[in-house]
């Protein structure tokens, strides 16, 4: 990074500390779930775009934010049939100080996760035609003979939710261009209302959480660096330590 990129980022882990200790109450010490969140690109225009959405009001979580589609890991993820694997480097990256258990199965039902998440919250398939999963969660898919498609997903960063908090999150972000999915619209849900493609220029003038900043900031750089988001590339890790956020590279 530039002089002036580790200068933000130091100020981005500064205010994602002094946000922790605000949220900090006395809830117990309670292991994070597993997550996954999706950013969808579109880079037809003159500056790249991203998909985001805002919660509704009545979330428990991050409620009136906008955020990009994502969610909890299913227990049933990690056994749906998809149309094609992880891209190697993605999985490698995935495994790394991933919490015990750690697998290449856990892996790729990360990212089956973001693909489910995005098609129940905003109407869009990243998929292939295939035979796959007849659960409920699976029955858009099902029907229309089309299986997870996971090799255009990049591993973009992760972040845990610090502790003492109601709700903890161990979330890895993905990112896929909307070009190399087909021509797709977004459709609200009740999970994610005021769908809009947010320039990267425009970002800072949207209400998101500030992890959702700081991902953005990370993916800023990197889509300047080299704008194809090469799978291989580092991976940026938030967490807390010893009453701080920090970040490192996977």
């Known amino acids: 990074m530039t002089e002036n990129s580790d200068t933000e ?23 994070p779930k597993d997550a996954s969140t999706l950013i969808l690109i579109d880079r037809s225009g003159s500056e790249p775009a991203l998909l985001m959405g805002k919660r509704h009001t009545a979330h428990a979580f991050m409620p009136d934010t906008y955020v990009f589609p994502g969610g909890r890991r299913d227990p049933d993820d990690g056994r749906v049939p998809v149309a ?54 699976w029955k858009a898919f099902a029907e229309r003979n089309i299986a997870p498609r996971l ?23 993905f990112a ?7 021509k797709v619209e977004a459709e609200s849900s009740n999970e994610l209302l005021d769908l809009r493609w947010v320039k990267l220029s425009e970002a800072g003038g949207i209400n998101m959480p500030l992890i959702t900043q700081a991902i953005i900031t990370e993916l800023v750089f990197e889509l300047e660096n080299d704008p194809s988001l090469p799978h291989g590339r580092p991976v940026p890790f938030y967490q807390a330590r010893y009453g701080r956020v920090v970040r490192e590279m996977l």
């Not at 845990?160 to 972000?173: E, G, S, V, Y």
């Open 9 to 31: 980022q130091d100020q981005s882990e500064k205010e994602l500390t002094a946000e922790a200790k605000t949220r900090i109450g006395n809830h117990p010490l309670i292991r």
């Open 84 to 137: 094609d694997r992880l891209h190697p480097w993605v999985e490698e990256k995935l495994l790394r100080k991933m919490a015990s258990p750690a697998s290449a199965h856990r892996a790729q039902a990360l990212a089956i996760a973001a693909v489910r998440e995005t098609q129940e919250e905003v109407g869009i398939f990243i998929a292939a035609p295939g035979e796959t999963s007849r659960h409920k969660s």
């Open 151 to 173: 090799s255009p997903l990049r591993y973009i960063a992760r972040a845990i939710t610090p502790p003492r908090q109601n709700r903890r999150f161990d979330t890895r972000f």
């Open 176 to 182: 896929c261009f909307r070009d190399e999915i087909g």
